[in-house]
């Protein structure tokens, strides 16, 4: 029967592709062996109750393949009909090229850009030993499967990631490995020559090698990777890409192209497949129900002890309360301190972690300067109730366990370096903004202020550029009330991932005061005038408060903009009563590009679109015209 089922599952992925002359073919006719096997045999989720906390979860992190994915989840019961499978890759569809994540209908995470799916997965094994310890073994205890191709392993993140698997010991961990020597272009081994065994045990991973075409070889491997407890698992399968099709297979022509009339034809004779691919037997359905039916009855036992322990067990249920609650508690006011913020941001973020157990994170080797830290016990295979990650300077992999922890439940992920370095983490933030997830990335070091460090160091463009990735949330808080909004709205669940932009300098206390509900607007006016209005956000809003104070003679109006994609939002007329006046001066150190998207029109923009320079602060601030003598000398300009 397991012969007959993988052939369906081949004709099902195949025939799909096919129809919508798109997609990749090779890797799920090359691994729907090891997808049958996992799915039959070990693989804990319910199709009754896709989103199950305690579930098994599945990363395809070869995402090329999905239609192997598709394919498993319509033959498990899961809402995926076949006409679904049929619109695959067609607009609106619940089949697009890439996995995209649902958890109504069993995908755990976004996957495509390769690596990332790999590193996400070390996210979710993180999450799961985290709240396992938090929780307990009867309530949180499941493993992190997952299918990774040559170009995943190519990838620098997944190197990264599975060194920090390794470190943790994040047993709960089984990757297969689909090793069919062909990528996009030709054979892998044209440009590469590592040995994915010998690198993955020098790491401190358990390490196996089957045939991945061998049914009883790939359950063995699980089972014996499911007795390695303290390293994550990679099971190098051997297989053949585009398996069946005759004179595809094992080809780079299968990869990435439709098999084509002839070739699909031929490939359904090898097959003995003489009916509509679309057209299954009903044992073909039936021969997962035995083990989605033990599934949904071991839902149901957990479910029955879940609310048992919550009646009985008060430990328990103040924390399975606080970890569903997202109640951040009330702040003791920092009002009139003078601080850089990402030292506030530390109070701050230390005072969230006292009032909830959903937060964890950490920085890329960078807690003594980013200042973002929680507690003081640290995740580690000793303790994994730690909250604080140390992830190294592996900002690549720390991005997409960030998400993989988010994406794991109601925990809120969060990592920290220097804002220039965001430039590693964009392929993470990209993706948590397309799924929609929590994550937070909180960058300091946010100008050319932070100094004698340098161009290298200093960012120009990160902060706009941020700005492009839609429905990301890019924060500039300046004054502490600005940053406890910031904090607050930055770990809420509003299905979104936020960027926090805080300074490496100290920032002049400013007394204003604005309500949460019309700080998360965007933009709001903090002190009226009608000659003239200044944008300004972070660190620059004690610049304008600056030039208000130098120019007395003028009634100035300033307006604080610490969440400026917001105002995107807004409709002209209230972006128009924002501004108010003839002439608008934005200030920002970093490129002026973008500001007329959000504000339309514009007098002059005060910003830097040249790298920095290494010197001191105050230099900087006279070579790049940010002295009040040298701003003030050019607005004048305009109003005369």
Same mark, same amino acid.
């Given at each position: 029967?397991?012969?007959?089922?993988?052939?369906? &599952?081949?004709?099902?992925?195949?025939?799909?592709?096919?129809?919508?002359?798109?997609?990749?073919?090779?890797?799920?006719?090359?691994?729907?062996?090891?997808?049958?096997?996992?799915?039959?045999?070990?693989?804990?989720?319910?199709?009754?109750?896709?989103?199950?906390?305690?579930?098994?979860?599945?990363?395809?992190?070869?995402?090329?393949?999905?239609?192997?994915?598709?394919?498993?989840?319509?033959?498990?019961?899961?809402?995926?009909?076949?006409?679904?499978?049929?619109?695959?890759?067609?607009?609106?569809?619940?089949?697009?090229?890439?996995?995209?994540?649902?958890?109504?209908?069993?995908?755990?995470?976004?996957?495509?850009?390769?690596?990332?799916?790999?590193?996400?997965?070390?996210?979710?094994?993180?999450?799961?030993?985290?709240?396992?310890? #938090?929780?307990?073994?009867?309530?949180?205890?499941?493993?992190?499967?997952?299918?990774?191709?040559?170009?995943?392993?190519?990838?620098?993140?997944?190197?990264?990631?599975?060194? #920090?698997?390794?470190?943790?010991?994040?047993?709960?961990?089984?990757? %297969?490995?689909?090793?069919?020597?062909?990528?996009?272009?030709?054979?892998?081994?044209?440009?590469?020559?590592?040995?994915?065994?010998?690198?993955?045990?020098?790491?401190?991973?358990?390490?196996?090698?089957?045939?991945?075409?061998?049914? +009883?070889?790939?359950?063995?491997?699980?089972?014996?990777?499911?007795?390695?407890?303290?390293?994550?698992?990679?099971?190098?399968?051997?297989?053949?890409?585009?398996? %069946?099709?005759?004179?595809?297979?094992?080809?780079?022509?299968?990869?990435?192209?439709?098999?084509?009339?002839?070739?699909?034809?031929? %490939?359904?004779?090898?097959?003995?497949?003489?009916?509509?691919?679309?057209?299954?037997?009903?044992?073909?359905?039936?021969?997962?129900?035995?083990?989605?039916?033990?599934?949904?009855?071991?839902?149901? +036992?957990?479910?029955?002890?879940?609310?048992?322990?919550?009646?009985?067990?008060?430990?328990?249920?103040?924390?399975?309360?606080?970890?569903?609650?997202?109640?951040?508690?009330?702040? +003791?006011?920092?009002?009139?301190?003078?601080?850089?913020?990402? &030292?506030?941001?530390?109070?701050?973020?230390?005072?969230?972690?006292?009032?909830?157990?959903?937060?964890?994170?950490?920085?890329?080797? #960078?807690?003594?300067?980013?200042?973002?830290?929680?507690?003081?016990?640290? %995740?580690?295979?000793?303790?994994?109730?730690?909250?604080?990650?140390?992830?190294?300077?592996?900002?690549?992999?720390?991005?997409?366990?960030?998400?993989?922890?988010?994406?794991?439940?109601?925990?809120?992920?969060?990592?920290?370096?220097?804002?220039?370095?965001?430039?590693?983490?964009?392929?993470?933030?990209?993706?948590?903004?397309?799924?929609?997830?929590?994550?937070?990335?909180?960058?300091?070091?946010?100008?050319?202020?932070?100094?004698?460090?340098?161009?290298?160091?200093?960012?120009?463009?990160?902060?706009?550029?941020?700005?492009?990735?839609?429905?990301?949330?890019?924060?500039?808080?300046?004054?502490?009330?600005?940053?406890?909004?910031?904090?607050?709205?930055?770990?809420?669940?509003?299905?979104?991932?936020?960027?926090?932009?805080?300074?490496?300098?100290?920032?002049?206390?400013?007394?204003?005061?604005?309500?949460?509900?019309?700080?998360?607007?965007?933009?709001?006016?903090?002190?009226?005038?009608?000659?003239?209005?200044?944008?300004?956000?972070?660190?620059?809003?004690?610049?304008?408060?600056?030039?208000?104070?130098?120019?007395?003679?003028?009634?100035?109006?300033?307006?604080?903009?610490?969440?400026?994609?917001?105002?995107?939002?807004?409709?002209?007329?209230?972006?128009?009563?924002?501004?108010?006046?003839?002439?608008?001066?934005?200030?920002?150190?970093?490129?002026?590009?973008?500001?007329?998207?959000?504000?339309?029109?514009?007098?002059?923009?005060?910003? &830097?679109?040249?790298?920095?320079?290494?010197?001191?602060?105050?230099?900087?601030? +006279?070579?790049?015209?940010?002295?009040?003598?040298?701003?003030?000398?050019?607005?004048?300009?305009?109003?005369?």
């Amino acid at each position: 029967m397991f012969d007959k089922v993988t052939k369906s &599952i081949r004709v099902l992925s195949a025939a799909a592709v096919e129809k919508a002359n798109s997609g990749h073919p090779g890797m799920p006719l090359g691994m729907a062996d090891v997808g049958v096997a996992i799915y039959k045999n070990f693989l804990k989720v319910s199709n009754e109750k896709p989103d199950w906390i305690n579930r098994d979860r599945f990363v395809l992190s070869a995402g090329h393949g999905s239609m192997l994915l598709y394919s498993l989840l319509h033959l498990n019961g899961f809402d995926l009909s076949i006409d679904d499978i049929k619109n695959f890759r067609q607009i609106n569809s619940k089949t697009p090229g890439h996995p995209e994540v649902d958890n109504s209908m069993g995908i755990d995470t976004t996957t495509g850009p390769l690596g990332q799916g790999f590193a996400t997965g070390v996210g979710f094994a993180v999450a799961e030993r985290y709240l396992s310890s #938090l929780l307990g073994k009867d309530i949180i205890d499941h493993y992190t499967f997952g299918i990774v191709s040559d170009g995943d392993l190519m990838e620098g993140v997944s190197f990264e990631a599975a060194e #920090l698997a390794a470190v943790w010991k994040l047993g709960k961990i089984i990757y %297969f490995f689909d090793n069919n020597n062909i990528s996009i272009d030709g054979a892998v081994d044209k440009v590469s020559v590592t040995n994915q065994k010998n690198k993955f045990e020098s790491l401190g991973w358990h390490v196996l090698e089957i045939d991945g075409h061998n049914e +009883k070889e790939i359950i063995n491997s699980v089972k014996k990777a499911k007795k390695i407890e303290d390293k994550p698992s990679l099971i190098i399968a051997k297989t053949t890409i585009g398996k %069946f099709a005759p004179n595809k297979e094992n080809t780079s022509g299968v990869h990435g192209s439709p098999l084509g009339n002839e070739e699909m034809n031929k %490939f359904l004779e090898n097959l003995d497949w003489n009916v509509d691919p679309f057209l299954h037997s009903e044992d073909i359905y039936e021969y997962f129900n035995e083990k989605r039916d033990r599934d949904n009855e071991e839902l149901n +036992k957990w479910e029955e002890n879940f609310n048992k322990k919550y009646d009985e067990d008060e430990n328990f249920k103040e924390n399975w309360d606080l970890l569903i609650s997202n109640d951040l508690g009330r702040l +003791k006011s920092n009002s009139g301190e003078k601080h850089a913020s990402r &030292i506030l941001g530390s109070k701050i973020l230390e005072q969230f972690s006292e009032s909830t157990n959903s937060i964890i994170g950490g920085s890329a080797d #960078l807690a003594a300067s980013t200042k973002q830290i929680i507690g003081e016990d640290y %995740f580690s295979s000793d303790n994994y109730q730690g909250r604080n990650l140390e992830f190294g300077i592996r900002e690549h992999a720390m991005g997409a366990i960030t998400n993989g922890i988010t994406l794991h439940s109601n925990l809120i992920g969060y990592a920290s370096t220097f804002l220039v370095f965001s430039d590693y983490m964009r392929p993470s933030i990209r993706l948590a903004s397309l799924m929609n997830v929590n994550s937070v990335f909180i960058f300091t070091h946010d100008s050319i202020y932070l100094g004698e460090d340098g161009p290298t160091h200093q960012p120009i463009e990160q902060l706009m550029s941020l700005r492009l990735i839609p429905n990301v949330d890019v924060i500039r808080p300046s004054n502490s009330i600005e940053m406890e909004h910031s904090y607050r709205y930055a770990f809420s669940y509003s299905k979104n991932p936020k960027v926090l932009s805080l300074t490496r300098q100290d920032l002049d206390y400013l007394e204003i005061d604005v309500k949460y509900d019309e700080f998360i607007k965007g933009g709001y006016v903090v002190s009226d005038g009608d000659d003239f209005t200044i944008i300004a956000s972070g660190s620059e809003l004690e610049i304008a408060f600056k030039i208000k104070a130098a120019l007395l003679e003028y009634s100035i109006r300033i307006v604080s903009v610490p969440i400026l994609n917001k105002l995107s939002n807004m409709k002209n007329e209230e972006i128009n009563e924002l501004l108010k006046n003839k002439h608008v001066f934005p200030i920002e150190l970093g490129r002026s590009i973008g500001w007329e998207s959000y504000l339309g029109r514009l007098t002059k923009t005060f910003s &830097i679109d040249t790298f920095g320079e290494s010197a001191p602060i105050e230099d900087l601030e +006279k070579n790049f015209g940010f002295d009040i003598p040298s701003i003030t000398k050019e607005i004048i300009k305009y109003l005369n």
